[in-house]
């Protein structure tokens, strides 16, 4: 397995998150999320990233030891924060949008911006910070990898549908407590009371919601443990199988 690395430094936080249920991960296996910034006159133009101006974007190539004999590369993305630098309004401009140096340049007030929150990236923790180099990549191994990327962000859009419908639900069961009070839960069934009707169908949403989030938690744990029992085995220097299929690292 080979590896193209691609480092956006970048002023939008535009990096897209995998949730494990409880914690955030970068995503570094996916592409960053879109922004509306025009091209930043200080990116020169061979560093500019096509899809986002405030990004100067850089590839490098990590190759595998026995790279003749490897057939497989893999995209890792990583961000670093850049902060707006202020723009030599007195220096010449060319047709790409840079900006050079000028004896009339004015000193300008640095514009202050937010710092990232800390979002640690997924492959150091799913790999113990080292990127694995394999000769053989067993099937099970690569369906591990894509299920738990998927399952990762499939959690993340059951959690903010989970806050959504957990609003939604006390929103619903505050404004039938206010209007009809809390004896005619007590007192009506919800087939007898339409508000309370609505609120109850809410509150069941909540909890098959709730539900499917375990599920794929415990999911993403298979995953997740499965892959690190296959990292362990390299530290360790046991030979590991899967299905019959061998693992077969890189010396």
């Not at 709730?210 to 360790?236: A, D, Y």
Request: glycine share 4%; charged share 20%; aromatic share 10%.
């Amino acid at each position: 397995m080979c590896y193209r690395n691609i480092t956006h430094t970048m002023r939008c936080d535009a990096r897209p998150v995998i949730s494990d249920g409880s914690k955030y991960y970068t995503d570094s296996f996916a592409n960053p999320l879109p922004c509306r910034c025009g091209p930043e006159h200080f990116v020169p133009s061979y560093l500019r990233c096509e899809d986002h101006g405030c990004c100067m974007k850089k590839v490098r190539m990590v190759w595998c030891p026995h790279v003749a004999d490897c057939n497989v590369v893999y995209e890792v993305h990583r961000y670093v924060q850049s902060y707006r630098r202020p723009r030599n309004i007195w220096g010449p401009i060319n047709m790409h949008g840079d900006s050079s140096d000028s004896l009339w340049s004015l000193p300008m007030i640095q514009e202050k911006q937010e710092t990232w929150n800390h979002v640690p990236d997924l492959e150091k923790c799913l790999f113990t910070g080292k990127m694995p180099h394999l000769t053989a990549v067993p099937p099970p191994f690569c369906l591990a990898v894509v299920n738990l990327l998927s399952i990762g962000r499939l959690l993340v859009q059951t959690k903010v549908r989970l806050h959504e419908v957990s609003i939604d639900a006390a929103v619903r069961r505050t404004m039938h407590t206010t209007f009809h009070g809390e004896a005619c839960s007590r007192v009506l069934n919800e087939w007898e009371c339409p508000l309370q009707g609505h609120t109850v169908a809410a509150e069941e949403l909540v909890e098959q919601t709730l539900q499917g989030l375990v599920k794929q938690w415990e999911i993403f744990n298979t995953c997740w443990t499965f892959i690190q029992s296959i990292m362990w085995s390299r530290q360790v220097g046991k030979d590991f199988m899967t299905q019959n299929v061998p693992v077969v690292w890189d010396q």
